[in-house]
């Protein structure tokens, strides 16, 4: 995943993934911001002078972080051994190198290997109102249209050696008050600091591997994919650690605490990542976020059961079988265990379901989201919009595109607005990647369509360009347009665009007529920036 850092003057988000250059290619103007310096534990340290008393502080936290990494150090030691066993179990004789060892180097934290690491700790706004009056710091970008600053950190290779690394890093912090909020995030984000669990690796690069090997056709694969990566991992740290660490991490997985959920987690309908509207950590209900760790903890259970009763070489056996086959769909999954072990995996998952077929499943969703929706509850809306969407075939594509905006619109209006935007992001690279005809194009109207619901229209203003230039006479990209010529203060251009939407629709009743219309009202002297 692609993270990037975005701030403005009253708020910090940190997206963050490594990324190679060869050298330094932005002007380093930090010297321009007139800061003062220090050396914490060996790195180099830059610092507005407010933040001055901070410092003890931020020492402590990344004394905190170099000491967590000595503890990892101890797992990269026997990243050899490991990877091997990984493509041992799955019966893997070209594994994937490239993407395991990037997976591991991600997973196992940033400043491993670094010869000079370089911190700044500067205000937001201080950083922002120098980028806004033309000055450039590395890897910032401004957008005057949004006023937004982004800085996109890089791991910063200044030789052909590998040894020879330099790492930058700025910490915009909001504010003197925020200073120690804002430093326990981001060191938090480069690799938590009180401990990364072994077996996260493990299990990512199990799965990763996996799913390289085996080339899934549909979205059905979770149980096993997820299942079997969480007990390959039990399995490898017990051989490289100890039977504790490895009891650890399978008590986190214990089905016990999800006994109330058992029957409602369809455990065969738990979709890969690629396919779900929102990713576990950004789900923002709780009830959806206990239904995703239940669905973990039942299909580490299964897994766990199998490999007890038919030994780890069942799980080679069941990829082998599955590599056999041409279309490796959920279905041809659940023939291939019973071809190996003989277990009926549609009989163990009726357990975790209350219907009997996809059908009963999405009428029985239907009916809750009717239900809810006739009281204007929005949250169960959004949790059986997500279990429809679940048992969504792939060939729905208007079905699947109304899923995405519906879910984005309902966690709008709940004030989820970042969540609302990934969940369109995710439309947008499913349906860029997914081989649809025309997929990039039907997200991008999809998009459009949501800003316009949202009241949000600057926000697919580069959608509705790209599309007003193969189709001119799109209601939903000249009405996105239309409130652009209004940000921009150009007020004949909206309402000449105004005019042609309304000549185009003829429906009074429709939302883009009406805005349409109080757009050629508009005086001249009452235009506001949209939003």
């Known amino acids: ?45 830059y610092y507005e002078k407010s933040f001055e008393p901070n410092l003890p502080f931020f020492e402590k936290m990344y004394k905190e972080f170099l000491a967590a990494k000595d503890k990892q150090n101890i797992l990269n030691s026997k990243k050899e051994q490991i990877l091997a066993d990984i493509n041992l179990i799955l019966g893997i004789k070209e594994p994937p190198a490239e993407k395991q060892e990037k997976m591991w180097m991600e997973l196992s934290g940033v400043l491993s290997g670094f010869k000079t690491i370089t911190f700044y700790l500067v205000k937001q706004s201080t950083m922002k109102d120098f980028v806004r009056a033309g000055g450039q710091l590395p890897n910032f970008t401004y957008d005057k249209l949004t006023d937004t600053a982004a800085y996109n950190p890089n791991f910063v290779v200044t030789s052909e050696d590998t040894q020879d690394k330099t790492f930058e ?37 199990t799965e990763i591997s996996m799913l390289v090997y085996i080339k899934q056709t549909d979205q059905y694969w979770r149980w096993f994919s997820d299942g079997f990566s969480n007990a390959i991992t039990y399995e490898l740290l017990k051989k490289h650690f100890d039977i504790s ?66 030994g780890i070489d069942c799980v080679r056996k069941i990829l082998d079988e599955i590599r056999a086959k041409q279309s490796r769909s959920g279905e041809d999954l659940i023939e291939a265990v019973k071809n190996v072990t003989g277990e009926d995996m549609n009989v163990r998952f009726a357990a975790y379901q209350s219907f009997d077929t996809k059908q009963e499943g999405i009428a029985k969703y239907v009916k809750a989201f009717n239900e809810a929706s006739a009281k204007k509850d929005i949250e169960p809306m959004l949790f059986n919009l997500f279990r429809m969407h679940d048992l969504r075939s792939l060939s729905e594509v208007e079905n699947l595109l109304n899923d995405y905006r519906y879910a984005a619109v309902l966690l709008f209006k709940m004030g989820f607005e970042q969540q609302a935007d990934a ?30 619901e949202c009241e949000k229209p600057l926000k697919a203003r580069m959608e509705a360009d790209d599309i007003l230039k193969t189709d001119p006479d799109n209601v939903s990209a000249m009405t996105i347009k239309m409130f652009v010529y209004l940000n921009d203060k150009q007020l004949t251009h909206a309402q000449e665009t105004a005019k042609k939407i309304i000549s185009l629709i003829k429906d009074e009743k429709s939302k883009n007529y009406q805005v349409a219309s109080q757009v050629l009202a508009i005086d001249p002297n009452q235009i506001k920036p949209a939003q």
């Open 245 to 310: 660490r490895a009891e650890e991490w399978l008590k986190d997985w214990d089905t016990s605490q999800y006994k109330d959920l058992e029957k409602e987690i369809d455990l065969r309908y738990w979709m890969s990542g690629k396919f779900c509207l929102l990713h576990l950590d950004n789900l923002p209900i709780e009830r959806d976020k206990e239904l995703t760790l239940a669905r973990y903890a039942y299909s580490t259970f299964e897994a766990h059961r199998l490999i007890d009763k038919f």
């Open 169 to 205: 890093f700025a910490f915009p912090i909001e504010s003197v008050e925020k200073f120690e909020n804002n430093v326990d995030m981001i060191f938090k984000m480069f690799g938590d600091v009180g401990n990364i669990h072994e077996g996260v690796i493990i299990h990512e690069i």
């Open 423 to 452: 969940i369109m992001q995710n439309c947008r690279e499913f349906f860029s990647n997914s081989g649809y005809k025309n997929g990039q194009r039907a997200a991008a109207e999809v998009f459009m369509v949501y800003a316009l």
């Open 1 to 45: 995943m692609t993270k990037k850092t975005i701030f403005n003057t009253i708020l910090i988000i940190f997206f963050y993934a490594p990324v190679y250059v060869q050298a330094q290619t932005e002007p380093n103007n930090w010297d321009k911001l007139n800061l003062s310096s220090t050396t914490i534990a060996g790195a180099k340290v």
